[in-house]
C-alpha cells in the first residue's frame, strides 16, 4: 500500500506561462529530473500558472503526454507528480491578486517558483538590415540582434473599475507599461504576496527564479524611464531590470527594502527563513515570443544552428535545452548553489551548449557586475561567449551596480505599496 507523502516529501514548484515554449519545456524538464534524481518517496506537485483555467488543463494534458511517450518517466510517476492549475493574467494586478488569495489557501508551501511568463510585445524588424547583417556578422547577430525594435508607450488596459473605486481614483491612475508590468511587475507583486508560502519551504528557505535574457544589456535600461515607457529595447529593458533587483537583493544597501518586501499586511516584521532570488537566461532558443512568419522561422533556425557550430556558447536552440539552468536552481541542493556562490559570488546563471548541443549552466556575464561580483574575474572565464566590447569590471562599477539596486529595488518597493493602495 502506498503511503501517504507528508508536506516535506513534497517539492512545490509554481512556473508562470507554462503552456507554451520556455515554460513547457521548463515543466517537462522538471518532471524528468525530479523523477529520475529524487528518491521514490518524494512527490512533485507542479503549479501551473497561465492566463485562463481551460489553458491550465490544456497544459496539463501535454505535460502528461509528455510524461506516457517515456515507460521509465511514466514509471516513476506513480504517485509522485500531480498538477495544479492556476488563472493568472499577469498585466491585470487584479488577476494577480485574486491569484495568490488562492494559492494561499491552495496549497501548503512553494518551493520554488520561476518567474517565466513574459512578452515582447509588438516587434518591427528591419529585414534587409537583418539579412546583410546576419551576413557580416552571422554569431554576434543572432545573439545580440541589432536589427530589430520594440513598440513605444505600450500600457496595460486601466486598472480600477470607475465604478468600484470611485471617479476620482480612477481618473487619477497612473500608466503601467504594459510589457514591464508582464515581465516584472506582475511577478513582484505575486512573489510578495506569496512570501508566506515561500518562507514555509522546507527543507531549505523558498526560492524566487527570475528569468532573464541575453538581451538585458546595460544601455537598454534607464532610472528615468524604470518601466521604459519611451525605450525602443523595452523587453531589454525589463530583462536588465530583472538583473539588477535579482543580483542586488542579499546586498546590505538594498537590506530594508527587500525586507519590506517580505513583509506582508498581517505581520509586522519580515518572514522568515527569507525566500533566496536567483536569476538565470535560456540562451537564444526557438520560442515564438517574437513571432516570425514560417519562411523566416526556417530561416532563423538555421542562422541559430549557425551560430552554435561556430562556437556559440549561448544557442540551446530547443526550448529543453534552454531549460536546463531554471530546472537547476530549481532543484540543486542548497548547499550547492551556496558553495558556488561562495566561491564564484552572485552570478546570473545561462543554459549554454557546445557544438553539438550538449547543454550545461555557466554563468553570464552581466553589464557592471561581471560574471560575480568580483574584481577582475573576468579572465578565468575566457573570451568565448563575451559581448564584444564589453569591459572587465572595477571596484568603480560594482558601486555603481550596487547603488542602482538600491535606488531600484526603493522605486520598486513605493510601486507596490502604491498600487496595492489603490487596488485596496
Known amino acids: 500500500m502506498e503511503q501517504e507523502k507528508t508536506i516535506e516529501d513534497c517539492t512545490y514548484i509554481l512556473i508562470t506561462g507554462a503552456n507554451a515554449g520556455l515554460g513547457f519545456a521548463t515543466c517537462c524538464r522538471l518532471i524528468d529530473e525530479f523523477l529520475q534524481t529524487r528518491p521514490s518517496s518524494k512527490a512533485l506537485k507542479l503549479i501551473i500558472a497561465v492566463r485562463t483555467d481551460e489553458k491550465g488543463r490544456a497544459t496539463i494534458l ?19 507528480l500531480s ?20 494559492l494561499l489557501t491552495a496549497v501548503p508551501k512553494i518551493d520554488a517558483m ?25 554569431v554576434y547577430e543572432v545573439t545580440y540582434p541589432s536589427f530589430s525594435t520594440g513598440s513605444i508607450g505600450l500600457l496595460t488596459r486601466p486598472q480600477l ?25 506582475g511577478h513582484y507583486l505575486l512573489a510578495h504576496a506569496l512570501t508566506p508560502l515561500l518562507s514555509r519551504a522546507s527543507p531549505d528557505a523558498g526560492r524566487i527564479i527570475g528569468v532573464s535574457s541575453l538581451e538585458a544589456l546595460g544601455s537598454y535600461f534607464s532610472l528615468s524611464d524604470l518601466q521604459g515607457l519611451a525605450i525602443e529595447k523595452v523587453y531589454g529593458s525589463s530583462k536588465r531590470l530583472t538583473d539588477i533587483l535579482f543580483l542586488t537583493a542579499a546586498m546590505p544597501a538594498t537590506k530594508p527594502y527587500v525586507e519590506s518586501f517580505f513583509t506582508t499586511p498581517k505581520d509586522s516584521k519580515p518572514l522568515h527563513p527569507q525566500p533566496r532570488f536567483y536569476v538565470c537566461q535560456p540562451g537564444i532558443c526557438k520560442t515564438g515570443i517574437f513571432p516570425l512568419p514560417l519562411v523566416m522561422v526556417w530561416v532563423q533556425t538555421l542562422a541559430l544552428y549557425i551560430a552554435r557550430w561556430l562556437g556559440s556558447p549561448w544557442h540551446p536552440i530547443s526550448t529543453y535545452k534552454g531549460a536546463v539552468s531554471p530546472v537547476w536552481l530549481a532543484l540543486a541542493a542548497q548547499e550547492t548553489l551556496d558553495g558556488i556562490e561562495k566561491q564564484g559570488g552572485v552570478g546570473k546563471w545561462g543554459s549554454s551548449t557546445d557544438a553539438l548541443g550538449r547543454e550545461r549552466v555557466r554563468r553570464t556575464e552581466v553589464d557592471g557586475w561581471g560574471y560575480g561580483g568580483r574584481i577582475l574575474e573576468e579572465r578565468h572565464y575566457g573570451s568565448r561567449g563575451r559581448r564584444r566590447g564589453v569591459k572587465d569590471v572595477t571596484k568603480e562599477d560594482k558601486e555603481e551596480f550596487e547603488e542602482l539596486g538600491r535606488v531600484c529595488w526603493k522605486a520598486m518597493e513605493q510601486l507596490r505599496v502604491e498600487w496595492e493602495g489603490r487596488l485596496r
Open 62 to 80: 501535454r505535460l502528461q503526454k509528455h510524461v506516457d511517450r517515456d515507460p521509465g518517466i511514466k514509471a516513476l510517476s506513480h504517485h509522485r
Open 161 to 185: 473599475d470607475p465604478l468600484s473605486a470611485g471617479n476620482k481614483s480612477f481618473s487619477e491612475e497612473p500608466p503601467l507599461g504594459q510589457i514591464f508590468t508582464a515581465n516584472i511587475f
Open 83 to 102: 498538477f495544479l492549475t492556476q488563472a493568472l493574467e499577469l498585466t491585470s494586478l487584479r488577476s494577480v491578486q485574486m491569484a495568490a488569495k488562492r
Open 114 to 138: 520561476i518567474l517565466n511568463a513574459g512578452i515582447a510585445g509588438p516587434v518591427t524588424i528591419n529585414w534587409p538590415k537583418a539579412v546583410w547583417r546576419a551576413l557580416i556578422d552571422p
